[in-house]
C-alpha cells in the first residue's frame, strides 16, 4: 500500500479481554517495527520484524504481549487479559532497512496508530 | 539513564518566533544516526532528517535547521519564523549500530505550541 495502515484505529475494551492490533506495512518493505505510545512517555520500543523472524522483542512489556507477521507483510500484535495499564496508543512503523549494518539506519514510515483504551 | 533526551517538554511561542528544539544522546558506538520526526495533531509521525554520525555537517531546509554538534552530544532543531502549522510534537532518535539492526530509541517528545 501507500502508508502504513493500521487497524483498529481506536479500541475500547474491559480489562481482562484480549484485543488484537493489526498493521499492514507499506509493499516491499522488509523491516517492521510496533511502537507504545503513553502519555508523556515517548516511543516504547515493542518489537522488530525483519521478514517474518523477530530478531529483537526485548521491548514486550510482559508475556501477555505477543506478535507476529505473516507472507513478510502484515503483523498482529496481541495482547492478553488486557490491563489498565496497556492503554495507549500502539504505533508500526515498517521500512526498506533489510538488515545489514553496513546499510545503514533507514527512515522509518508511521502508521496512525491504534488507540488502545481498557476500562 | 535516557539515551536521548529532550529535556523541553512543552515550548510556547507566538507566531513568527524562533525556536530551538534541545536533543540530547548518549551512546558509545562511533557509527549512529540521528533523526526527527514530527508528530502533528493528526497523530502520525513524519520524518524530518537523518543525520550519520560521521556527517556534522548542518543542515538548512526552509525555515528548519539542524545543529549537529559531536563535542556536546547534542543535535538540536530550529524553527525560524515559527508558524501555526509547526505546532506538534517533535521527536528526536537515535539508532546505533551496536544494537543491531539500528532500531530507533526515541526520545520523549516536545511538544511546540505556537500561538496566532
Known amino acids: 500500500g501507500a502508508g502504513v495502515s493500521q487497524s483498529p484505529s481506536n479500541k475500547v475494551t474491559e480489562k481482562g479481554k484480549d484485543v488484537e492490533l493489526r498493521c499492514d506495512p507499506i509493499s516491499g518493505h522488509t523491516a517492521l517495527y510496533w511502537y507504545r505510545q503513553s502519555l508523556g512517555q515517548g516511543l516504547e520500543f515493542l518489537i522488530y520484524?525483519?521478514?517474518?523472524?523477530?530478531?529483537?522483542k526485548s521491548g514486550l512489556p510482559s508475556d501477555r504481549f505477543s506478535a507476529e507477521r505473516t507472507g513478510g507483510s502484515v503483523s498482529t500484535l496481541t495482547i492478553q487479559r488486557t490491563q489498565q495499564e496497556d492503554s495507549a496508543v500502539y504505533l508500526c512503523?515498517?521500512?526498506?532497512?533489510?538488515?545489514?549494518?553496513?546499510?545503514?539506519?533507514?527512515?522509518?514510515?508511521f502508521g496512525a496508530g491504534s488507540r488502545l483504551t481498557v476500562l | 539513564a535516557q539515551k536521548v533526551t529532550q529535556a523541553q517538554t512543552e515550548i510556547s511561542v507566538v507566531e513568527k518566533e524562533d525556536v530551538t528544539l534541545d536533543c540530547v544522546y548518549e551512546?558509545?558506538?562511533?557509527?549512529?544516526?540521528l533523526f526527527w520526526y514530527k508528530q502533528p495533531p493528526s497523530g502520525e509521525l513524519v520524518f524530518l532528517i537523518r543525520?550519520?554520525?560521521?556527517?556534522?555537517q548542518n543542515e538548512i531546509s526552509g525555515r528548519y535547521s539542524w545543529n549537529f554538534q559531536k563535542s556536546t552530544s547534542s543535535f538540536n532543531f530550529t524553527i525560524t519564523a515559527s508558524q501555526v502549522v509547526d505546532s506538534a510534537v517533535y521527536f528526536c532518535a537515535l539508532s546505533e549500530a551496536g544494537r543491531g539492526s539500528y532500531i530507533p530509541t526515541f526520545g520523549r517528545g516536545t511538544s511546540l505550541i505556537v500561538h496566532p
Open positions: 520484524f525483519q521478514g517474518n523472524s523477530a530478531p529483537d
Open positions: 543525520r550519520n554520525s560521521f556527517d556534522e
Open positions: 551512546t558509545r558506538d562511533t557509527t549512529y544516526y
Open positions: 512503523a515498517s521500512s526498506s532497512f533489510s538488515g545489514g549494518l553496513l546499510s545503514g539506519a533507514n527512515v522509518l514510515t
